[in-house]
């Protein structure tokens, strides 16, 4: 079955720079969005289109894609930004929903 | 703005049928705009898409659970049910229910979640 491919972990200090990445064979062909989950919340959507900010959703996350990765990209990262991170895409026939494993970002 | 509440049981026996209830708020299901989906997240562990309907009726499950599952909507009450067969200890998850954008501009697959229910937890046990 297709699969999205993230790091398990990503480690920032506090104003650094954190990227994400996820890999999938079908991402030249796909759209690709990324959430935030919050211990005990759901997950909030944070990048849609690739590289679309929902409104409401700090400037400092963005998205971009490369072939067959893209990257979430957090800015002057801050402590209230630790949380896992989900990329979700579709599978290589664009009909069904995929989710990447999860990232924890720590910070 | 439109909220999601999920409702159901919240203990399953084994092989018994897990179902839930989402119910919208602030918008119409029938509006024609989005998907009403059904996602689950094991304890500790990543997302993972159950399936979704539109107003129409028509229905997209994730293949993996796709013998066991059935996605319903009752816009007279503006809401969407999951019913989930045989389950077994390997259910137990906080199931999610959530909208997701219908449009020519993404695939079925390629679309994304912007509202979520805050999410309900079922545990399988006897």
């Known amino acids: 079955s297709y699969e999205l491919t993230q790091p398990p972990s990503v480690s920032v200090s506090p104003g650094q720079t954190a990227r994400i990445t996820c890999s999938g064979d079908?991402?030249?062909?796909?759209?690709v969005c990324w959430y935030q989950q919050k211990p005990g919340q759901a997950p909030v959507l944070v990048i849609y289109?690739?590289?679309v900010r929902p409104s409401g959703i700090p400037e400092r996350f963005s998205g971009s894609s490369s072939g067959t990765t893209v990257t979430l990209t957090i800015s002057g990262v801050q402590a209230e930004d630790e949380a896992d991170f989900y990329c979700?895409?579709?599978?290589?026939?664009?009909?069904?929903?995929?989710f990447g494993g999860g990232t924890k970002l720590t910070v | 703005q439109v909220q999601l509440q999920e409702s159901g049981p919240g203990l399953v026996k084994p092989s018994q049928t897990l179902s839930l209830t989402c119910t919208v708020s602030?918008?119409?299901?029938?509006?024609?705009?989005?998907?009403w989906s059904w996602i689950r997240q094991h304890p500790g562990k990543g997302l993972e898409w159950i399936g979704y309907?539109?107003?129409?009726?028509?229905?997209y499950y994730n293949p993996s659970l796709k013998s066991l599952i059935t996605i319903s909507v009752d816009t007279s009450k503006n809401q969407f049910s999951l019913k989930l067969s045989s389950v077994t200890a390997a259910d137990t998850a906080v199931y999610y229910c959530?909208?997701?954008?219908?449009?020519?501009?993404?695939?079925?697959?390629?679309?994304?979640?912007?509202?979520w229910g805050q999410g309900t937890l079922v545990t399988v046990s006897s």
């Open positions: 959530a909208r997701a954008l219908a449009s020519p501009t993404v695939t079925t697959g390629g679309t994304f979640f912007d509202s």
């Open positions: 602030g918008g119409s299901i029938s509006s024609g705009a989005y998907y």
């Open positions: 309907i539109y107003h129409s009726g028509s229905t």
């Open positions: 079908a991402l030249p062909k796909q759209y």
């Open positions: 289109k690739d590289t």
């Open positions: 979700q895409s579709g599978d290589s026939s664009g009909t069904y929903v995929v």
